[in-house]
């Protein structure tokens, strides 16, 4: 079955700390992938996608996160992150010929300041 | 753009009870889904329509919850009777079946507790 794996659970980083989340997906077919953030109790925003074309995604609030087919992964990154980046991180990625998104089990960042 | 609108925001009721959430998605969007977050299960998608049409109901746990779109402005997700392991937030998605875009957009969710 195509699903995503999400391997860190908790992420705990200082105010301008480097951020990298690992994202890998299991192989199968045209591959669509997301990144979602979610803070405290608020609904999933979208940060950025990947359809096709340059494998490297630049998204909203200095998120950016590379596709590399070799290695199945879709990691996300940021090179200074912020408290008010404290969330949980869902790596979604959408089946072929559906539309539905497959969520691996998400990743939560705190940002201490 | 109002965005994808639940309501109630929150509701809390008595086991046995009757429970229905409603969505609204964002006006020209064909394709609707029904997520369910809970700490020990995460985001599971219950069910989604396209063009009102359920396409997959394959998440739905069982036959006490039950999912409408009767229109493309509106649907309900229904739980009878409800029970305390139903208790999480329920988010509604929606999207525009567009090669441009697929992506979902989530309303603010409504948080269950039953009691």
């Known amino acids: 079955a195509q699903s995503v794996s999400q391997h860190n659970h908790h992420v705990i980083l200082s105010e301008a700390a480097s951020l990298e989340l690992g994202c890998n997906y299991s192989?199968?077919?045209?591959?669509?992938l997301f990144w979602y953030v979610q803070y405290p109790g608020q609904h999933l925003q979208l940060l950025l996608k990947?359809?096709?074309?340059?494998?490297l995604v630049k998204g909203i609030k200095g998120f950016e996160a590379e596709f590399i087919k070799s290695k199945f992964s879709f990691n996300l990154r940021k090179p200074s992150v912020q408290w008010s980046d404290t969330a949980e991180y869902f790596c979604?990625?959408?089946?072929?010929?559906?539309?539905?998104?497959?969520f691996g089990t998400g990743t939560r960042l705190l940002v201490s300041p | 753009d109002a965005g994808v609108i639940q309501s109630p925001r929150h509701e809390v009721t008595e086991m046995g009870q009757e429970v229905t959430l409603r969505c609204k998605p964002i006006?020209?969007?064909?394709?609707l889904f029904w997520y369910r977050q809970t700490m020990m299960r995460g985001l599971e998608l219950l069910i989604y329509?396209?063009?009102?049409?359920?396409?997959?109901d394959s998440g739905m746990p069982e036959d006490r919850f039950s999912a409408k779109m009767p229109n493309a402005s509106f649907s309900t997700l229904k739980i009878q009777p409800s029970e305390p392991r139903d208790s999480a937030v329920y988010f509604c998605?929606?999207?525009?079946?567009?090669?441009?875009?697929?992506?979902?957009?989530f309303g603010p969710g409504t948080r269950l507790t039953v009691t």
């Open positions: 998605a929606s999207s525009r079946q567009d090669r441009s875009g697929y992506e979902q957009y």
């Open positions: 192989y199968g077919g045209t591959v669509n």
């Open positions: 990947y359809f096709s074309g340059d494998p």
């Open positions: 979604p990625r959408m089946n072929t010929g559906f539309q539905k998104l497959v």
């Open positions: 006006s020209g969007h064909n394709s």
């Open positions: 329509f396209n063009n009102n049409v359920p396409i997959d």
